[in-house]
């Protein structure tokens, strides 16, 4: 079993807010990886970063983040099971935002846990395992 990492631990860290590294070490073990969307997320908070060293800073640290973490594709598989998800989800009425249902989806497919700051919404995913933090 491997972790997923959500954007949010990303951003903490790169924010210096969460200790990457001490998690890495804590799951040596374990292979991190990071969905698609996730690099979408990271590299969107660049675009909208204005020109200058922040932006330059925060490009340096996704571009260090796409680089070390293994990133899974959302194909036609992990699609199914998107879609049984999301379908679950409005079924119960706990809808949760479109991103963090791909990155369930993709956990949920791969048998990975996710580590999320936002776990509130990760929590309505039947059969989604969290990995507990410490921020």
Known sequence: MGLILDTSILIAAERQQYD?????ESHADEPFYIAAITVSELLHGVERAPLGPRRNQRAKFVEAVIAELDVIDFDDSVARRHAAVWAALEKNGCMIGAHDL?????????????????????????????EGIDV
């Open 102 to 130: 791909l990155i369930a989806a993709t956990a949920l497919h791969y048998d990975h846990k996710v580590v999320s700051l936002n776990r509130g919404e990760f929590r309505q995913v039947q059969g989604l395992l969290l």
């Open 20 to 24: 990457l590294e001490r998690l890495f």
